[in-house]
């Protein structure tokens, strides 16, 4: 399996503009999670999904964030507007069952 | 909420040495605990983990020991190599009424001296 599968992996964008992350499971998971990982915080769940459906998106920062997953094998994570202090690397994680989470090689977000 | 703290922040071996990283938890309903190895440029890798019916695992240099009574639990690795050189961090599953998710240590950076 190719595993979590993130992209962009690198994204600079100017403040105000919208970015959208994007993410493919490892196959078959149930489970998707969205991260955010920052010196100031650490790494951070934003949301996650069990079978497509959004179960606990009490980690997502402010209505500028959102998530989908609009199927299995596929989910976003949109920010819009952007600001500097989202500035961050983004990790989608999947897992069979909610332990042993895989995770992505992330996006790295730069807001200028 | 689960609260986990993780000690050393820094750690550096001799190659060949042991190292030794811990982490303590705050909430006794809390009953998984996984460790993730995370390299320069990449995310976090699941190297191994526990649960709280158990308390030792090993797979082959590393090892994780859980002790529910004091709570905390840590992360044992032998005979180290360079390529273990990488940030370490552990977590716990917090339980609560809704909340379900993993709460990370804040990491320790380890460094394998050759």
């Known amino acids: 399996d190719a595993g979590v599968i993130q992209s962009p992996r690198h994204e600079v964008t100017e403040m105000g503009q919208e970015v959208t992350l994007r993410c493919k499971p490892i196959s078959g998971h149930d489970y998707l999670f969205w991260y955010r990982q920052t010196m100031m915080r650490g790494l951070e769940l934003l949301i996650y999904f069990n079978n497509n459906v959004p179960i606990d998106d009490s980690g997502m920062p402010e209505d500028r964030f959102s998530a989908k997953m609009p199927n299995a094998s596929f989910s976003t994570l949109k920010i819009q507007p952007s600001e500097p202090r989202d500035s961050a690397v983004y990790f989608c994680?999947?897992?069979?069952?909610?332990?042993?989470?895989?995770f992505g090689p992330g996006t790295r977000l730069t807001v200028l | 909420g689960e609260n986990v703290e993780q000690h050393p922040s820094t750690l550096s071996v001799q190659e060949g040495d042991s190292a030794v990283i811990k982490c303590t938890y705050s909430d006794s309903a809390s009953n998984y605990f996984p460790w993730y190895k995370q390299e320069l440029g990449k995310g976090p890798q699941l190297i191994i983990d526990i649960r709280s019916n158990v308390g030792e695992k090993k797979d082959q240099r590393i090892a994780v020991t859980l002790n529910k009574t004091a709570k905390h639990f840590s992360l044992h690795i032998t005979e180290t190599q360079p390529e273990d050189s990488a940030v370490y961090f552990c977590?716990?599953?917090?339980?609560?009424?809704?909340?379900?998710?993993?709460?990370f240590g804040t990491g320790t950076l380890l460094a394998v001296q050759p």
């Open positions: 977590a716990a599953r917090e339980y609560g009424g809704a909340t379900n998710k993993l709460i």
């Open positions: 994680a999947s897992s069979l069952a909610f332990d042993e989470q895989f």
